[in-house]
Nanobody
Framework: QVQVVESGGGLVQAGGSLRLSCSASGSSFSIDHVDWYRQPPEKQREWVAGMPGSGVSSVTGRFTVSRDNAKNVVNLEIDSLKPEDTGPYYC?????????????????WGQGTQVPVSS
């Protein structure tokens, strides 16, 4: 079984920066893609940024996704935070598991980490 856990959330002031981490753990798996989503209050979940599993980093506006030194950890750095960035942030990991020689695709979401931004 592959597990995905986000961390790094917490109250921040507008204008500041924050780094969230997404850690995937388990056995015999490879990562194809990692994406970050968020769900602002009273809005639908929306895509924030992402990158291929083989990537090093990717920048989308104020959002930078990068691989940590640990192989299965991907960070999301948010710069110039705004109150409208408030909400839970989720990481989703897509990849393949090797189960007794058979490759099975997976797409697993973490439980999310809260990011409240004060004005």
């Amino acid at each position: 079984q592959v597990q995905v856990v986000e961390s790094g959330g917490g109250l921040v002031q507008a204008g500041g920066s924050l780094r969230l981490s997404c850690s995937a753990s388990g056995s015999s798996f490879s990562i194809d893609h990692v994406d970050w989503y968020r769900q602002p209050p009273e809005k639908q979940r929306e895509w924030v940024a992402g990158m291929p599993g083989s990537g090093v980093s990717s920048v989308t506006g104020r959002f930078t996704v990068s691989r940590d030194n640990a192989k299965n950890v991907v960070n999301l750095e948010i710069d110039s935070l705004k109150p409208e960035d408030t909400g839970p942030y989720y990481c989703t990991v897509r990849g393949l598991r090797n189960i007794r020689g058979t490759l099975l695709a997976f797409d697993i979401w973490g439980q999310g980490t809260q990011v409240p931004v004060s004005s």
